[in-house]
């Protein structure tokens, strides 16, 4: 039974299109986060919820819109998708902010 | 600004040698502690977690860390290294009652034969 789910694992897709990415956790948690790495493996955070409250945004361009409809979810909608974008993106949850963090396996965005 | 520091960014050992990576994070009060490691196409997986007591914690796949607060550093160590431990290694850190979690830049571990 997966704890941290993402759909779609791989991303396909054009410059300028819009693209949303939808995860889910099992565990409970209140806190949920997006991360960005890159392909020389750096993680950046991009936004962190508790109980469905914004609380980190991290200087991300607001082509990214995060949706949390409630604690177990998290979605990521990107609008005009760039070169740039193409990277994995890293859900992830954890009961407490200061807490060990589950992640899903990442979705993988491609632009074409 | 707080961050955290890992000075090599890759780590060649051979299968069956011993294996420390090192971490180092500034200032911090009362550090949360974490190594986490990441196979190839997969998410990060916790390997071992510090929040105080014991300095040396023991994680799973026969891993284990030592924090030294003079230091700042919380070295991830293993004895004896197997194939299957090539990967991706991040050390991370949280304070206490925070949402401010600062994951390092990484270690790419490779193990020769």
């Known amino acids: 039974d997966t704890a941290v789910s993402q759909t779609p694992k791989y991303l396909v897709t054009q410059m300028g299109n819009d693209k949303s990415i939808k995860c889910e956790q099992n565990?409970?948690?209140?806190?949920m986060y997006w991360y960005k790495q890159d392909s020389k493996k750096f993680l950046k955070i991009m936004f962190s919820?508790?109980?469905?409250?914004?609380?980190i945004n991290e200087t991300v361009p607001n082509r990214f819109s995060p949706k949390s409809p409630d604690k177990a979810h998290l979605n990521l909608h990107i609008n005009s998708l760039e070169l740039g974008d193409s990277a994995v993106y890293f859900c992830?949850?954890?009961?407490?902010?200061?807490?060990?963090?589950?992640f899903g396996d990442g979705t993988r965005l491609s632009i074409l | 600004a707080q961050s955290v520091t890992q000075p090599d960014i890759h780590i060649t050992v051979s299968e069956g040698a011993s294996l420390e990576l090192r971490c180092n994070y500034s200032?911090?009060?009362?550090?949360?502690l974490f190594w986490y490691v990441q196979s190839p196409g997969q998410g990060l997986q916790l390997l071992l977690k510090?929040?105080?007591?014991?300095?040396l914690v023991q994680g799973i796949k026969g891993f284990e860390a030592e924090f030294k607060r003079s230091q700042s550093s919380f070295n991830l160590r293993k004895p004896s290294v197997h194939w299957s431990d090539a990967a991706e290694y991040f050390c991370?850190?949280?304070?206490?009652?925070?949402?401010?979690?600062?994951f390092g830049t990484g270690t790419r571990l490779k193990v020769l034969a």
């Open positions: 200032y911090g009060a009362t550090p949360y």
């Open positions: 565990l409970g948690h209140d806190t």
């Open positions: 510090y929040f105080s007591g014991d300095t």
């Open positions: 919820y508790n109980n469905k409250e914004l609380i």
């Open positions: 991370a850190v949280a304070y206490s009652g925070t949402y401010k979690y600062i």
């Open positions: 992830a949850s954890s009961s407490r902010g200061d807490q060990p963090q589950h």
